[in-house]
């Protein structure tokens, strides 16, 4: 038997050489699909790893209050010209929560302003810097670290000064030979003096800087950006176990404090590091659909390569057949000889694509510095499809050619 399988083996093999090009035309479809899977998935799997990563950074036991839904919607599109009329959140809504929720540790409230520019008396950044205002107690529900110098405290902010605490990107371009602390900003013509600069933490989902930031005291920002803005409200619970009843607590808060009825749901949106993964994992699964929608597609063609190939091979092997069974080869013997061909055929497809794959997932780690992660699973399901494909395609011509008889055959040119 495993003699009989390395026979049918180097026969296939031999054939292959013989026939180098219209092998290699033969197994681009193959070729495609397998690639176009592999390099997906990692794709895919290298972002679900940093999502979760990502929002790991973002504070443990907390979840967001804000008036604006936030991520992806699977589920349909809002409506924002309803969702624009809900009233604004405000810090009487966090101290509220505060004080009315027992599971709640700690809440903070924060407001961005996208787009800023930041000057100093030598030079200016483009207009690209997220200028937030927050309360005190956002380093704690932020999941935020102070490299240097301190962040700002309550007396900062109920008295409105004009202190900073900056990004590591925004250091590197305003002081790159200085240290920042002590040194003067000015946003918006308005001077600010920097008391501290942030822990590195990198791009959350590979597009939202983390590090190109300045923060200020929630009542000076408000008095230099305007005081009638939404703020957001991360709120921490005492612990993971307490996430689901402080969740429910707030909800319950804020429906009262807005007067929101029983009937209708609410005017403001809940999320958590879980639902915003949750929902990313959902978008990815309609892209691995769509993917395997595409690799099925070049299987499919790949297959109808296969088959004509081996057609093609049985046409032209006739006498050889002829004399195999003339010499005592049984049916079931060139069976499995053709069948092994058209086998062998799709899995060196399989393995030039998953080598392709890796090439392109590589690629892409290194020219875009996106994260990929090639799965286990998907390299084992890209080798079974292309042999599998090899095997259904490759039955037809195996089973015609077992079938021919050996003196017409012997007879054919």
Known sequence: MIAAFIDNMRLALGTFRANPLRTLLTLLG?????????????LLEGLRLKVNKDLSQLGANVFRVEKWPSGFNLGGRPNWQ????????????????AEQCPSVRVTSASSGQPGQKVATAHTESQANVFIIGATPEYIDTAGIEIAEGRFFNDGDDSDGRRVAVLGPDVVDRMFPKVSP???????????????????????????FNLDNMVFLPMQTYLGAYGKRRS???NVQAHDQASMDKAQE???????????????EESNFEISTNESTAKTLNELSNVVTAATFGVCLLSLLVGGIGILNIMLVAVTERTKEIGIRKALGARKRRILMQFASEAVVLSLAGGIVGLGLGYGLAF??????????AVPVWAVALSLVMSSGVGLVF?????ARAARLDPVEAMRSE
């Open 82 to 97: 309803r969702i624009s009329k809900r009233p604004a959140l405000t810090l009487a809504d966090r101290k509220a929560i």
């Open 249 to 263: 607590e707030v909800t319950r808060v804020l429906r009262g404090r807005r007067q929101v009825p029983n009937e």
């Open 231 to 233: 703020v957001s409200i």
């Open 394 to 398: 490759g039955i037809y011509p195996a």
């Open 363 to 372: 690629l892409g780690r290194w020219a875009l510095d996106f994260p990929t």
């Open 30 to 42: 193959i070729v495609i699909g397998v690639a176009t899977v592999i390099t997906m998935m990692a």
């Open 181 to 207: 602390l002590g040194q003067e900003i000015r946003l918006r013509g308005r001077p600010y003096t920097v008391i501290g600069v942030l822990e590195r933490r990198g791009k959350v989902l590979g597009m």
